[in-house]
């Protein structure tokens, strides 16, 4: 069950990317809000809606424990560093190398785990990867676009990988000792905090009203940010951080299955081959993590 819930929510993140594009003006449309901006209140509506819904109906649950506001407070500052990271990437870098770069995710958190704590993935996990690794490789390929990048855009963006591979590893650790709720609102209150400190210093901010914005950021708050990030730190209570990681390679492939529905972008050779690459090593490795639980 976490693991299909799983897959849901890299669907629903896979969505986000066309409706943010369009909102950047990717699309040709006039861009409605910078980068930081948009997290900054993506962030703070989810954490108010959140804040609201547990004081009506799990008033218990505002009472922390210093522990739990320790380890939240870890979470979302991994959280929101590697979204800074990678907004600030993307502005320095083609979409492509972006997209590749941040995928360095699912090598990472098995390097992570086993440098931190010595714990080797299975094999039927570590196929998974590599074969999760190939596909995205030939689903952005950043070598299509690399006199565009930019070593810093680069640089920063696998600073990104890095902090996101943190924060599943982190996260995989500590979900499993607090209730999901507040572990979820100081995950997502840090990430607006630090949003909204940093993006006056590294932007010039901009954020235009209007139905069309603000119906977008009810979407990304409600589905893409409270119910997404909700799953996620549920179903790392009951998941190995390899698995998620390995599962969340799935996003670009729903990426790019959102942006060919809804912004009538063609998928090429190339992309649906790396997109069944990605979907083989998933594969590959829910039917190891599969045998080896029914054997024993």
Not at 36 to 44: D, H
Not at 120 to 144: D, E, I, K, Q
Not at 281 to 291: K, M, Q, T
């Given at each position: 069950?976490?693991?299909?819930a799983?897959?849901l929510?890299?669907a629903?993140?896979?969505?986000?990317?066309?409706?943010?594009?369009?909102?950047?003006?990717g699309?040709?449309a006039?861009?409605s809000?910078?980068?930081?901006?948009?997290v900054?209140?993506r962030?703070?509506?989810?954490?108010a809606?959140?804040?609201?819904f547990m004081?009506?109906?799990?008033r218990?649950?505002?009472r922390?424990?210093?522990r739990l506001v320790?380890?939240g407070?870890?979470?979302?500052a991994?959280l929101?560093f590697?979204?800074?990271l990678q907004s600030e990437?993307l502005?320095?870098?083609?979409?492509?190398?972006?997209?590749?770069?941040?995928?360095?995710?699912v090598?990472?958190v098995?390097?992570?785990?086993f440098?931190?704590?010595?714990?080797?993935?299975?094999?039927p996990?570590l196929?998974?990867?590599?074969l999760?690794f190939?596909g995205m490789?030939l689903?952005?390929?950043p070598?299509?676009?690399?006199s565009?990048a930019?070593?810093?855009?680069d640089?920063?963006?696998?600073?990104c990988?890095?902090v996101?591979?943190?924060?599943v590893v982190?996260l995989g650790?500590?979900a499993?000792?607090?209730?999901?709720?507040?572990?979820?609102?100081?995950q997502?209150?840090v990430?607006?905090a630090?949003?909204a400190?940093?993006?006056?210093?590294?932007?010039?901010?901009h954020?235009a009203g209007?139905?069309?914005?603000?119906?977008?950021?009810?979407f990304l708050?409600?589905f893409a940010?409270?119910f997404?990030?909700?799953?996620q730190?549920w179903?790392q209570q009951?998941l190995?951080?390899?698995r998620?990681a390995?599962?969340?390679?799935l996003?670009?492939?729903f990426?790019?299955?959102?942006?060919?529905?809804?912004?009538?972008?063609?998928?090429s050779?190339?992309e649906l081959?790396?997109g069944?690459?990605i979907v083989?090593?998933?594969a590959?490795g829910?039917?190891g993590?599969?045998?080896?639980?029914r054997?024993?």
């Amino acid at each position: 069950m976490a693991d299909l819930a799983l897959v849901l929510i890299m669907a629903i993140w896979g969505s986000s990317f066309s409706i943010l594009r369009f909102l950047m003006g990717g699309t040709g449309a006039q861009p409605s809000a910078t980068p930081l901006a948009l997290v900054s209140v993506r962030m703070a509506l989810a954490s108010a809606l959140l804040f609201g819904f547990m004081a009506a109906i799990k008033r218990p649950q505002l009472r922390m424990s210093a522990r739990l506001v320790r380890d939240g407070l870890l979470c979302g500052a991994l959280l929101g560093f590697g979204f800074l990271l990678q907004s600030e990437g993307l502005q320095r870098t083609t979409a492509s190398r972006s997209g590749f770069l941040t995928g360095l995710l699912v090598v990472l958190v098995p390097l992570l785990e086993f440098l931190l704590f010595r714990k080797r993935p299975a094999p039927p996990a570590l196929a998974g990867v590599v074969l999760a690794f190939a596909g995205m490789t030939l689903l952005s390929a950043p070598w299509a676009e690399a006199s565009a990048a930019t070593l810093v855009g680069d640089w920063l963006t696998v600073g990104c990988a890095l902090v996101f591979a943190g924060h599943v590893v982190f996260l995989g650790r500590v979900a499993a000792r607090y209730p999901l709720l507040p572990l979820l609102l100081l995950q997502l209150f840090v990430t607006a905090a630090i949003s909204a400190t940093a993006g006056p210093l590294v932007e010039a901010q901009h954020f235009a009203g209007g139905a069309r914005l603000w119906l977008a950021l009810v979407f990304l708050a409600l589905f893409a940010t409270l119910f997404a990030f909700g799953i996620q730190t549920w179903a790392q209570q009951k998941l190995p951080a390899v698995r998620v990681a390995l599962l969340s390679s799935l996003e670009p492939v729903f990426a790019a299955l959102w942006a060919a529905l809804l912004l009538g972008e063609r998928l090429s050779v190339r992309e649906l081959c790396g997109g069944a690459l990605i979907v083989s090593g998933v594969a590959v490795g829910e039917l190891g993590a599969a045998l080896r639980s029914r054997s024993a």
